[in-house]
């Protein structure tokens, strides 16, 4: 089954956020976030949920929490990585991986794509992506971009 994707902006040395926020804000990327999650589910971390700013329409939530938080109705909690997994392999569709450091380390190992945009830029972050072994994966480039003089680019992981 090929229907788990990662998507992800890190900078050069693989930062992720700083403060529970972003560290760019790239129209660009957002557009391509934008595109690659449109009418699918994204699964994301407590912490991350909190982190954006409003609910990203046309998007199914899934929320992962050790706790019994209080969401919305139109969101669906679950409360583990054995959770999950069931609940995905029971559906044929993709489910996007939007963050943050701690689910993405977890699930990196059940990806079968990762959507990553490499910015040529660094900033001071308190959240990475992991390592991965680039051997282990088919990549290809999807966009070069430029944007306030910050060079990206959008790669497209498949493994093999
Ligand atoms: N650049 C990017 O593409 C990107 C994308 C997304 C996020 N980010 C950044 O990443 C940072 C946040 O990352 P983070 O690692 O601190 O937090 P996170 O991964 O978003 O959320 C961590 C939380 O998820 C829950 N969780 C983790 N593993 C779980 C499991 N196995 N079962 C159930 N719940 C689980 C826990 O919530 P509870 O504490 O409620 O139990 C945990 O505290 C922010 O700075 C954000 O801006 C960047």
């Given at each position: 089954?090929k229907?788990?994707?990662?998507?992800?902006?890190?900078?050069?040395n693989?930062?992720l956020?700083?403060?529970?926020?972003?560290?760019?804000?790239l129209?660009?990327d957002?557009?391509?976030?934008?595109?690659?999650?449109m009418?699918?589910?994204?699964?994301?971390g407590?912490?991350?949920?909190?982190?954006?700013?409003?609910?990203?329409?046309?998007?199914?939530?899934?929320v992962?929490?050790?706790?019994?938080?209080e969401?919305?109705?139109?969101?669906?909690?679950?409360?583990s990585?054995e959770?999950l997994i069931?609940?995905?392999?029971e559906?044929?569709?993709?489910f996007?991986?939007?963050?943050g450091e701690?689910?993405?380390?977890?699930?990196?190992?059940?990806?079968?794509?990762?959507y990553?945009?490499?910015i040529?830029?660094?900033?001071?972050?308190?959240?990475?992506f992991p390592?991965?072994?680039e051997?282990e994966?088919?990549?290809?480039?999807?966009?070069n971009?430029?944007?306030?003089?910050?060079?990206?680019?959008?790669?497209?992981?498949?493994?093999?």
């Amino acid at each position: 089954m090929k229907n788990i994707s990662i998507i992800a902006a890190i900078g050069k040395n693989y930062e992720l956020g700083k403060d529970n926020k972003l560290l760019w804000h790239l129209k660009g990327d957002m557009a391509f976030f934008k595109e690659h999650t449109m009418n699918k589910y994204i699964v994301m971390g407590r912490k991350t949920f909190e982190s954006l700013p409003k609910m990203l329409s046309n998007r199914k939530y899934i929320v992962l929490t050790r706790q019994n938080h209080e969401l919305n109705d139109d969101i669906i909690v679950m409360h583990s990585i054995e959770e999950l997994i069931k609940y995905i392999y029971e559906h044929d569709e993709e489910f996007m991986i939007i963050g943050g450091e701690n689910i993405y380390r977890q699930l990196l190992d059940y990806a079968d794509k990762i959507y990553l945009t490499k910015i040529d830029d660094e900033k001071n972050a308190d959240s990475f992506f992991p390592r991965f072994n680039e051997n282990e994966w088919n990549c290809s480039v999807l966009d070069n971009k430029e944007e306030n003089k910050i060079k990206y680019k959008h790669l497209l992981y498949e493994k093999k």
